[in-house]
Every structure is written in C-alpha cells, then in structure tokens.
C-alpha cells in the first residue's frame, strides 16, 4: 500500500515537473500527414488539401508551415497555425509528381515530419457513402457510394460494426460492394455499423455516419408515456407524447403504435397510427412522438409500440388534476445553457399511496409537443437532471406531478426558470385608474411571460428619483394596483414604473395626472346640512301622506295611534260599504272584529212638532209617521219597552235603565261624542230622538244626521 501511495505522488510530481519543460522544449515532430483533393456527391475539388497531427499545443505556441516541391519546379510553401492548409491549384501541375513535408517551429526550436511523395492525379477521396438498415432477419445494411456521380467506377468497401457498450471495433475484410449481412445476431443485442468506400481511382473516402440496428424480435418493456399540457394552470388542453423505444427494448424497427383514448362517458377508440410514412396524426422526431388528436373529455390513455413480431404491454396515463393542500415544497432550479437540475423536499407526510414522482420542463411559447421533456423517478427520490438546450433569456416552465398506484395523477407544483437573466421589458399598459386631493390608484399590466427575460421579482413606482415604492409582483396576476398616497391638491405629477429581476431594472413607463381641488370645508358642510335637511322632509312628508292615506282607505287604523275607546255610535259600517262599492281594496281596512252586518234600509221622514207632543197613545194612532217597522211594528216596539221596564224594576222601587240614554253614556268617553253631546243647534233635540228610538238604536245605531252626511 505504502509502494502505491508513493508511486502516485511520483507520477504526480513527474506531470508537474515535465509539463513545463515540455512546455519550453522544442515542438513535437508532425506526424500522419494526409493530402488529397476532396469531392461531394457532385464534383471534386481542384485544391489538395493536407492535415497532419497532432493537435497543435497552446502552451507552445507553435506554428506550422507546409511545404512541397515538385521535380520539375522550385520548393514552395504556406504557413499554418493550426493542423491543416491548402494547396492552391495554380502551385502545382496537375498529374504530376509532388512531394510535401511539415514543418513545426516554436521559440525554442523546430521539428519536420517524413516527406509524402505522391501523384496529384491521384489523390481523390470521395464522399462518405450512406447507410440504408433493412429490419430483416439476418441483419442487413445497405449503402450508397458516390463513385459514379463522379464518372467512376467502383472499387470494394469497408466495413466495421461493434456491439454497443462493448466499444470495441470489429473489423471486417474489404470486397463488400453495396451489402453486408451480420449472421447470428443475438436477439435483441444493438449493434453499430459504419462504412467506407473507394473509387477505382483515388483514395478510400472516410468513415460514415454510425447506424445502429438490432436483431428482429417482440419489442420488450413499455413506452413512456406523457401529457403535455402546456403551461400550468391551464385549461388542460393537452396532447399524448411518449419516449421513443431504445433499440435494445424494441428489438428492431418499431412499425407503428396503438393507442386507446378512453372518455368520462365510458366509451373508448383504438387508434393505430403507422411510422411507415408521415401523417398528419402522428409526429416524431429523434427522441419523442406525439399524437395529433385532441384529448378533449378523456379521462386516461393507454399506448404500445409495434414491430414486425409483437407489441410491448400497453402503459397507462390518466389525465392530469389540480392537486390539493399538499405538504410539497417549492421547487428549487439550478440552470445553464445544457443542462437543468431540479430538486425538492419529501413532504412530511405520505400523498395517498405515492408510485412516482414526474418532473417536466416546458419552453413558454412553444406548441404542444416541443420544447418539451419529462423524467419520471420513484417516490423516494428528490433530485432530477436534464440535459438540452436551454437558451438564455428564454422562460421554462418547470411542474412537479405525483402518480398514485390508482393511476391518479395530481398536479403539486411549477416555478419559472431561465438559463440567464437579461433586462426586463417595461409594462405594456400603466395609467391612473382613479384620482382623489391627495391621491391617486395606478394600474398597470404585468410584463408578458416570454418579454420578462428573468423572473420578475418586483416594480418600482417613483415620482422622480427620490420617492420611490417597490411593489412586489405576483406571479398569477396579469393586472396590478398601487394606490400613491400624500399628494398635493391641484397639482400636475408624471409618475414612472419599472420592472426589477436579478439582471436589473428595466425600461420605464411613465403617466400623467393630476390630483383634484380640495373643496372648502364650510362649503361641505353646508351641503351636508341642507342634504340632511332634504332627507328630513321626505321622510316626514311620506310619512304624514302615509298617516292620511291609510286614515282614508282604513278609519280603524286611527284607534293605534289615538289609543281611545271606540264609540260604537260612530261606526263608519255605511260608509264603508259605500268605499266598498267603488273601490275593492277598501275590504281590507274594514277591521276583523267588525264584520260586515246585514244593512236594513232606514227610511227618513219628517216628524211634524204638534206629533212630538201627543202622547205614545195617540201617536201610535196618527198616520203621519211611517217608519220601516210599520204601525204594528211601533206597537210592537212600545209593548217591548214596557215588558222591558217591568223586567227590570229591582228591589225598593228602584229602575235599571239600562237600555236608556243615560246609562249608554256613561260607557262613552270620546271627545266627539261629548261634543254632539253639548251641541243644542241639532235638527232633531235630545228629547225628540229619545220618544222614537231605542237605547240600543241611540248607542250603536248612527242618527239621522250622519246618515245624511254620508
């Protein structure tokens, strides 16, 4: 342990104290040099162009110079700072000999590669050619080379594969034309292949792109599937995106997906959409597919890959939910120009049986399907890293969702991140809203999404450069408010606003305004007085025309306020009655104790004075009075009034005369009926009504008098 331990600080030391010798030596010897006039699918360039290695050393500071020297003319060259130059065609012969060598030169001294002799008609290198997989058992590939493009015929390729993972080459013999077939592949084992080619004259051309393919079997495991919604909170307008197959789990080349959109009404379609040409239903690029077909009212999606042996099981989705009260806490980005890592806290108590956690980013503005990536990982992680493109200034959207073992998929949480901050834009709209003496309400709309260039962190609202409020800003509000306050009356302000972020202030927007006049306090508080004094008589008036109203339409309603006993005398029956014939409504201010009575007809005549003083005898014997009871009736009536006397003659002689005037007056306390009472100008006295009516009559009965009023 001892002998390693002080062998790697040997080798340590040894770096640091042969780097600066070599640093200050002289340059390394130019080596691998290469010339050749390269083609494109279509022509050849007329230039040799030359490269050499190694790599050229900063610490160095090294310079190249290239040189040649054809047999029949002088030496020439051209200096180079990097591993590469040029050879323009107007230095050289064409088919004729060259020689060239590289020269590397620092301060310290010099160093000169082997020279390379070759003819220049010679040194054509054509066009990588360019791999075609055929998904087939045995595995083939084919290619095309670009010898007869360039009017020549074709020579043998190469050809090299390597199973992935391994990193190992595996070189094959040259003599392959434009085929080669892999035998006993292992199933589902990926493999690379790349090639390359010469024509029958120049030189092989270099390797090809690398393409992976994998022997034909059911593809294994499941798609990972997603939803991109979007921009959170949103409508959930959402479209079906998945991860395309590794070639080891597709286990060759996947044909086509089924997927299965099952609604809320229960009922559910199967579509099958073919990777064979492009369609308008599905859309992938080198990573991810997506579904062009609306979601509306699904409640959950299923999906599988397809290829020429089988289908993967089927993965599962539900649509994605506002989340509710969780314990989950803010989300926490740390991001550059490749790369975002985001990370979170476990809450403290368990979401309903938790499966897994799914972290997504989503580029603001991009369509659905772009811009777009998600990981999935178990419930006890907390950590997810994502490699891309992340361009400054440019917002992402960043959404935590968890996912039940039911399949329920619940939103918990999103943040706005960006690469690099730059300076806000200033607010589109800003204006005073409304304007008091001292004090004004300001408006303004937000700063747009993709124009904040950072996180919006707060404005700043100023008049000048010294009264200046910071207001914070929310995220969720597209509008904000900010009331100024200890203004001047009557005065003319410009007032300015700008958004804040961790790059800085933006751009200013500025309005104008000006307070209003404060009104003098006397001259209010008049007007309050005579406003009161306005609202007092309307009261009073309604009130006094409501007294009078209901007086008239309802003559009971009098005896709550006036508290007196009811004169029965005075009843209003016949008035009422005649209310009642021309107006409906008056039936309901006859009072609920007075029901209507049955109305006799009373007939008035005159009494002539010489009938008031005959006796009851002969006046019940005249003709010249005649009363709806008739003669037999005032018979009847005095024959009453006698049995009524004998009735109630009481011990010691004494009479009750209760059915007399005097008795009825005593329950009688109204001021009106003592008035009629003391009034002696009558156009029947006391003592004529007395001779021809009943106590009764007198009491509850109206007189003659009142009859007439009506």
């Known amino acids: 342990m001892a002998t390693l331990r002080g062998r790697w600080v040997l080798s340590i030391l040894l770096v640091h104290v042969q780097t600066p010798l070599a640093a200050t030596g ?27 290695g190694p790599e050229p050393d900063p610490q160095r500071n090294t310079s190249y110079s290239l040189h040649w020297e054809p047999t029949n003319s002088e030496q020439g060259y051209v200096t180079s700072l990097n591993n590469s130059a040029v050879i323009y065609r107007e230095h050289f012969l064409n088919h004729g000999q060259l020689r060239v060598w590289v020269e590397a030169q620092n301060k310290h001294g010099s160093a000169k590669s082997e020279g390379k002799e070759f003819n220049t008609a010679d040194i054509i290198k054509p066009p990588p050619p360019i791999i075609a997989l055929k998904p087939q058992e045995p595995l083939v590939i084919e290619w095309h080379s670009f010898c007869a493009e360039l009017d020549l015929s074709m020579e043998t390729c190469e050809v090299q594969y390597w199973v992935k993972g391994n990193q190992v080459w595996l070189k094959h013999e040259d003599g392959y034309l434009h085929t080669y077939t892999l035998d006993n592949p292992l199933p589902c084992t990926v493999y690379e292949f790349h090639v390359r080619c010469a024509c029958s004259i120049g030189l092989k051309s270099n390797w090809s792109t690398s393409h992976s393919l994998s022997a034909a079997k059911a593809p294994k495991g499941k798609l990972d599937i997603w939803m991109d919604c979007g921009l959170f909170p949103a409508s959930f307008n959402c479209t079906l995106t998945w991860k395309m197959l590794p070639l080891s789990q597709a286990c060759g080349v996947i044909v086509g ?19 064979a040409e492009p369609r308008d239903l599905l859309w992938c690029n080198e990573t991810q597919c997506h579904l062009n077909h609306s979601l509306k009212n699904v409640s959950s999606v299923s999906a599988s890959a397809l290829n020429s042996h089988g289908a993967t099981a089927p993965s599962h989705v539900a649509m994605p939910t506002p989340g509710k009260d969780e314990d989950v806490k803010t989300l926490n980005l740390k991001m550059n120009e490749a790369n975002l890592t985001v990370t979170w806290d476990l809450p403290s108590k368990p ?23 998600w990981v999935k990982v178990t419930n006890s992680q907390t950590t997810v890293f994502f490699e891309g493109q992340f361009n ?16 329920t998929v619940r939103h918990l949480s999103s943040v706005i991140g960006y690469s690099h901050e730059g300076i806000p834009s200033s607010p589109p709209s800003f204006q005073a809203l409304s304007i008091g003496d001292t004090w004004v309400t300001l408006f303004w709309s ?48 410009e007032v300015w606003i700008r958004a804040m972020n961790k790059a800085g202030p933006g ?42 109203a209901l007086n008239k339409m309802c003559p009971w309603v009098a005896y709550l306020f006036n508290e007196k006993v009811p004169d029965p005398r005075n009843s209003h029956i016949f008035r009422g009655m005649k209310h009642q014939i021309n107006d409906p409504f008056a039936l309901i201010c006859i009072p609920i104790h007075e029901p209507l009575p049955n109305i006799s007809v009373l007939e008035v005549v005159k009494i002539l004075p010489d009938a008031l003083r005959s006796t009851p005898k002969e006046t019940s014997d ?6 709806p009871l008739g003669r037999d009736g005032i018979s009847r009536m005095n024959g009453q009034d006698e049995q009524s006397k004998d009735a109630v003659t009481g011990e010691g002689g004494r009479t009750d005369r209760r059915y007399g005037r005097e008795e009825y007056s005593k329950m009688v306390d109204s001021d009106e009926e003592r008035d009629r009472e003391k009034d002696k100008d009558d156009c029947w006295s006391s003592s004529e009504e007395d001779q021809f009516t009943s106590g009764y009559e007198k009491h509850f009965m109206p007189t003659a008098l009142e009859v007439l009023e009506v």
């Open 351 to 373: 979401l309903y049986k938790l499966k897994e956690y799914v972290v997504q980013y989503k580029q603001v503005g991009s369509p659905l399907g772009k811009g777009f990536d």
């Open 446 to 493: 937000a700063v747009p999404l993709s124009k904040q260039n950072g996180v919006i962190q707060y404005y700043q609202i100023g008049l000048g450069k010294e009264n200046v409020n910071n207001v914070s800003a929310s995220p969720k509000s597209q509008n904000e408010t900010f009331k100024l306050k200890h203004l001047s009356p009557g005065q003319d302000y």
């Open 26 to 52: 002289p340059p390394a010897p130019p080596s691998d040099l290469e010339c050749f006039k390269p083609c494109d699918e279509k022509s050849c360039s007329a230039d040799i162009h030359c490269i050499w």
């Open 622 to 627: 005249q003709d010249e009075f005649t009363g």
């Open 507 to 548: 751009a200013n927007a500025t309005t104008t305004f000006k307070t209003q006049q404060r009104e003098n306090d006397d001259y209010l508080i008049l007007k309050l007085l005579l406003l009161m004094f306005v609202v007092i008589c309307l009261v009073l008036f309604c009130l006094t025309f409501l007294y009078v």
């Open 257 to 275: 997906y089924e997927v299965k959109l099952f609604y809320n009404n229960s009922t559910w379609i199967l579509l099958n959409v073919s990777t």
């Open 392 to 407: 400054k200034y440019t917002p992402f959207q960043v959404s935590l969702f968890s996912i039940s073992h039911s399949m």
